[in-house]
Structures are given as C-alpha cells and as structure tokens.
C-alpha cells in the first residue's frame, strides 16, 4: 500500500508521516511550495510539491497511491475578507482534492476535519451535528468543506471517511497553532493572565494512529469524533506544568476578568483590521472558550474503528518537553 499524506508538514500532518513509516507504509509527503520541510528530512519519505489549486497536477500525483490522507486546510481565526480568505479557500481545497482523488482512481480518502466542524450547541457533541455558526469563519469553513468533500465523493463514487479531532497537542511541530502557543507561553513563564477556558484535547500521535484505523475500519461516508472525553481549563494545565517542572520556578498568573479579555479582543480586532494581522484573541474565541464545558460522544469511534485515546496530560508533558528540550 503507497499513501500519500496532504499538508505532511504541518504538525498532525508529519505525525501522520512518522506513524505510517513505523508501520513499514510507504509514505508520499505532500506539501506547498516553498513550505518549511525541516520535520520530514530526515524521514524516509519522499516529497512531493502540490499544487493545491489545480486538479490535474493533484490527480497526477495522487495516482501514484493507493490511498489520500487529507490534512491540508487554511487555519486563521480570523481575517479582514473572512468568506474569501477562510472559508471560500477551505471549500475550494476541499472540492479539488476529492475531484483529484476520483481522478486518480484512489481507493479511499481519509479526510482530517475538526470537532470545530459541529454545532457545539447540542452537548454532547455527536457525528450528526454541523456548525452552522458564520461569525465563528474558521470553523463553518471546517463544516462547509466537509460537507462539500463527503458531497463530492459520493456523487464521483469516491470511498471517503472523515475525522473530527479536538484540540490538538503532542510533538513534532515547527510552528505554533494557538493551541500550541498557550502551552508555549505557559513553559516559557509568558503566560499574562489565566482565562476562564476549556478544551478537549487529542494527542497528535493518537490522531495519527486513528487515521491508520480508519483506513482499513471506517466505513465510507461517516464521521469519527477522535478526543479525549475530559475537558481541562488553561489552569489546570499550568498547574500541570508547574507540578511537572519545579526546576521552572513557573508563578502562577491572575486569574483574567472576562470584561478586560472582551475589551483587549475588541482592541486586538480593530488593530488588526489596520495591520492585516490576526488578533491573538477575538471576541468569539471568548465567546466559544470561556466557561465551556465541551462533552463529546467517542462510542462510534470505539465501536467502529477500535480506537482509545491515551492518556491526555501525557501528551501534554510531551507538549512541554518539546518546546523546552531541557525538560527532556
């Protein structure tokens, strides 16, 4: 079996990479060009440059696999024109990607989406549920695409599975997604004050190993909740750290009044609306975080994939040890 991985230098995408190799895989690392490779040369993959605006050059190259490991998308929060530079380019990426994966006569597609990609309205959240939410742009992108690629495949009679991580978190990366960046400010001792926000987390690597199940166990057309069912507040994770890491001297910030954040995200929006910038905090990032309390429903990947997460807080420590080798 030759798979070929999308976006396989970003974070879960050379996790994808290293799992697949350890499982003796042949593996195709595809990538923008002139992105930054430094996580997949010394791996025994070959890259390979895609044009993901064109159909033809993706169908040409994906017809040296068997199978598509879908991780590539625009990840912003934010931006100035958010339906042309989020959520139009998302869908687009989507459509060309599996009109190219039916081209090239791949034998199924396994399409990483988001749990961003419910309605986190309905609790517990479920494969069932769409986000519908517009001023939420980086998420309804995440739910339109996938919608527009389990679409598309069953009208090109494509075999096409997807999978919904959590908050992403673990080793191997060579840039911060936000998420990353609170556990990068944390271990640092930058962290300015703590919010009143909750997650649910996933370890790079089991979103990795799930991705492998889904190949030989999911079934064509359905959706996969891939998350550790325990929430954790930003505080719970600096006390982590700083139980984990004495030798740190890690003081623990105040604890952040939701007006100051709602005024300092306002703020943030308009600054960046002059400098072209995404805020580090916008006002429906506190709307969605703050005091949340996220419940998810993992029995159909258990069920149907045979796939657990690990234990969380240790991809958290992996998460620190990373950042800061002197931990290791």
């Not at 996580?39 to 440059?49: P, R, Y």
């Not at 696999?65 to 989507?94: P, Y």
């Not at 890690?250 to 609306?273: R, T, V």
């Not at 997460?309 to 958290?316: F, H, L, R, T």
């Amino acid at each position: 079996m030759k798979i070929l991985v999308t976006g396989a230098n970003g974070h879960l995408g050379n996790n994808i990479v290293r799992y697949l190799l350890n499982e003796n895989i042949q593996v195709f690392s595809g990538v923008r060009a002139g992105a930054d490779v430094s996580m997949l040369t010394t791996l025994s993959t070959e890259i390979v440059t895609l044009d993901y605006k064109s159909v033809k050059q993706l169908s040409e190259i994906f017809s040296q696999g068997d199978v598509v490991i879908h991780t590539a998308a625009v990840f912003k929060r934010w931006a100035r024109n958010a339906q042309k530079e989020i959520i139009d380019q998302n869908v687009n990426l989507s459509e060309n990607i599996v009109n190219a994966a039916a081209d090239a006569g791949i034998k199924k597609l396994i399409y990483i989406s988001s749990l961003a990609a419910l309605d986190d309205t309905q609790q517990p959240m479920d494969e069932t549920s769409w986000n519908q939410l517009k001023q939420r742009p980086y998420s309804y992108s995440k739910s339109l695409s996938e919608q527009k690629a389990i679409q598309i495949a069953k009208e090109r009679g494509l075999t096409i599975s997807t999978l919904l991580p959590s908050a992403i978190i673990g080793e191997n990366f060579n840039g911060l997604t936000p998420t990353l960046k609170i556990f990068a400010d944390i271990v640092n001792n930058k962290l300015p004050m703590i919010p009143h926000f909750n997650f649910l987390f996933i370890n790079v690597k089991d979103v990795a190993r799930a991705a492998f199940l889904a190949i030989e166990y999911a079934r064509d057309g359905e959706r996969y909740i891939i998350s550790d069912t325990c929430k954790y507040s930003i505080e719970q994770v600096f006390e982590l750290a700083q139980r984990s890491f004495p030798q740190l001297k890690l003081k623990k910030p105040s604890i952040a009044p939701k007006p100051m954040l709602y005024f300092m995200a306002c703020l943030g929006e308009n600054i960046s609306k002059i400098t072209g910038k995404e805020p580090l905090l916008t006002v429906e990032d506190l709307n969605e975080l703050w005091n949340a309390s996220p419940q998810v429903n993992v029995s159909k990947a258990k069920r149907e994939l045979g796939f657990e997460a690990s234990a969380v807080e240790a991809g958290m420590l992996e998460t620190f040890k990373f950042l800061n080798p002197a931990l290791r």
